[in-house]
């Protein structure tokens, strides 16, 4: 008796209806999305569209063949599919160099004399000739599986059991080997950079600075991102060598993951520092949430010490030592939990304070230390008597208050920069400056959000798989005019930009320049004794940072 379920052997030819889709997906994840690829990234994004899309299309081909529908498939039909794809195929590489300069062009960088498209093919290639290896060996086990079981069950129930079987084998080793020996190593390798000491960077001997020999905190506790912080620029003498009036030496506190077992000890630690150095004296206190393996941008905070004259203090508490995708990933909670305890912490004594005295109180954050800051304060807890504002910078689409507000902003506004309200409570900005609310004047509680219509981390969405995102249309100035979205490859063009946000030139995808900071600081905090020469002074001084 013949098995209900025929083998189809490993070599056999491509199907050809997907072989041209997966041709068309290798060649479209090509073009232009919201920042610059390099070859090898490209390379793999094609190759695992192909396998997508092949794969997408392959399920509904043996749905079709499934359901007993008529088929037509001549002889010659596989040779023509062979010959369209590799057509396909060729075009997108030749076109290549040319839809990565108008990314280039939009975002302001040189154009480059070649997108490598041999590097490309070589890469996507070497994805794909496994990937459909992988995936006839899959549709061997479970053929033999459903053949097995059809021995003594319907065939339509041996064949569910068999891909429920399959499916489970695949993803325990993918999921539990693979990736489990994965993050194992990223686990270690993180470890090893946040308990890095740099013998080059000496602790600092400012007593209002943690780490200092007058601190509560050991600068071997501080973690390398924090050790970084405590001692970075600005310094009092060059905040008056800038400006050419007096400044005081910037307050910063960090605790490290080191400092104190739990969230709510190292908050302690923290406010003990705080009052150690006399901070709910200066004229600004900022809570900035650090990213996930604890790290501040060091144009972020320094650029408001730069514009109130060091007149600043802020505090730092690190939650984890993994990249913040990881940790978004493995501890989602964490980060908002040492958050809240910060918050609470600082707040409750910031408000026994006389007003007329305190100082003015911000919450900041970058990318996944934005999510945390903005879920450390409920709302209710501080309508009584509210903090002065937030400054939170690229932030994640995850975002709950960046969400809301996005949703409720004006229809004829664009998601990349909305208006919400009259703007007296929140506002956003790209590097293009905050949107225009006209004569509406800003409230006492001030919330700014800055973020790059290029930065994946803040505009990726997982609808787009299926739906065209809200902030394509209409589209940005610094976003590709051949930016087109397509089903299952936007997806997977905005994953990749998404992971490659972090390299790019400062003012592009999720690398904040100084200037945008110090823009959204002016706004929100609104400093004394800056004129358009003093600013830009302070803007070249970053600018020959590189930052």
Not at 37 to 65: C, D, P
Not at 412 to 441: E, K, Y
Not at 453 to 482: G, M
């Amino acid at each position: 008796m013949e098995p209900p379920f025929a083998h189809r052997p490993i070599l056999a030819p491509l199907l050809p209806a997907a072989l041209v889709a997966g041709a068309l997906a290798f060649s479209a994840a090509l073009t232009p999305t919201l920042i610059p690829r390099e070859g090898m990234t490209q390379g793999v994004l094609a190759g695992i569209a192909f396998l997508a899309v092949y794969g997408l299309t392959a399920l509904l081909v043996g749905t079709w063949r499934w359901m007993g529908l008529p088929r037509w498939r001549p002889a010659w039909l596989s040779w023509l599919a062979r010959g369209v794809a590799l057509a396909i195929i060729i075009y997108g590489l030749a076109q290549v160099t040319a839809w990565q300069n108008a990314v280039h062009a939009v975002a302001g960088m040189e154009p480059v004399e070649t997108a490598r498209p041999f590097i490309i093919a070589a890469v996507g290639f070497g994805l794909v000739v496994p990937g459909i290896v992988v995936g006839r060996v899959a549709r061997t086990l479970v053929v033999w599986a459903a053949n097995a079981m059809a021995r003594f069950l319907p065939e339509r129930v041996a064949l569910t059991g068999a891909l429920v079987i399959t499916a489970t084998l695949f993803w325990t080793l993918g999921n539990g080997v693979l990736a489990g020996a994965l993050l194992r190593s990223f686990d270690r390798a993180a470890l090893q950079v946040n308990t890095l000491v740099n013998p080059e960077i000496a602790p600092p001997m400012d007593p209002a600075r943690s780490g200092s020999p007058e601190s509560l905190l050991a600068w071997e506790d501080l973690s390398a991102p924090g050790r970084a912080r405590t001692v970075s620029v600005p310094t009092a003498a060059q905040i008056e060598a800038l400006t050419g009036t007096p400044a005081m030496e910037p307050a910063r506190v960090y605790v490290g993951l080191a400092s104190a077992e739990t969230p709510q000890e190292r908050a302690a630690l923290a406010m003990a520092e705080l009052k150690r150095i006399n901070a709910f004296s200066r004229s600004v206190l900022v809570i900035a949430t650090p990213t996930g393996r604890g790290w501040i941008d060091p144009a972020s905070v320094s650029s408001l010490e730069f514009l109130w004259r060091g007149d600043v203090a802020s505090v730092s508490v690190q939650y984890s030592y993994l990249p913040s995708w990881l940790s978004l990933l493995l501890e989602p909670e964490y980060g908002a939990e040492s958050a809240r305890a910060v918050f609470r912490a600082v707040y409750e004594h910031w408000r026994t304070l006389p007003a007329e005295t305190r100082p003015r109180l911000y919450l900041h954050g970058l990318s996944l230390g934005a999510l945390n800051s903005e879920r450390s304060a409920e709302v209710w807890d501080i309508l009584p008597e509210p903090y002065d504002g937030a400054f939170w910078v690229g932030p994640t689409f995850t975002n709950p208050l960046w969400q809301e507000f996005t949703a409720r902003r004006h229809p004829d506004t664009p998601a990349w920069r909305p208006v919400v309200g009259d703007g007296s409570l929140v506002r956003f900005a790209t590097q293009d400056g905050i949107a225009d609310h006209g004569t509406a004047p800003w409230g006492p509680l001030r919330i700014l959000y800055l973020q790059y219509p290029t930065d994946a981390i803040t505009f990726f969405d997982p609808d787009a798989f299926w739906r065209e995102p809200a902030w394509v249309r209409p589209r940005a100035p610094d976003v590709a005019p051949a930016f087109r979205w397509l089903p299952v490859v936007t997806f997977l063009q905005l994953l990749a930009d998404l992971t490659g946000s972090f390299s790019t030139p400062p003012g592009v995808g999720h690398n904040y320049a100084a200037t945008h900071y110090i823009d959204g600081w002016l706004a929100l905090t609104e400093p004394e004794g800056w004129d358009a020469p003093a600013l830009e002074r302070l803007r070249v001084w970053y600018a020959t940072r590189g930052l």
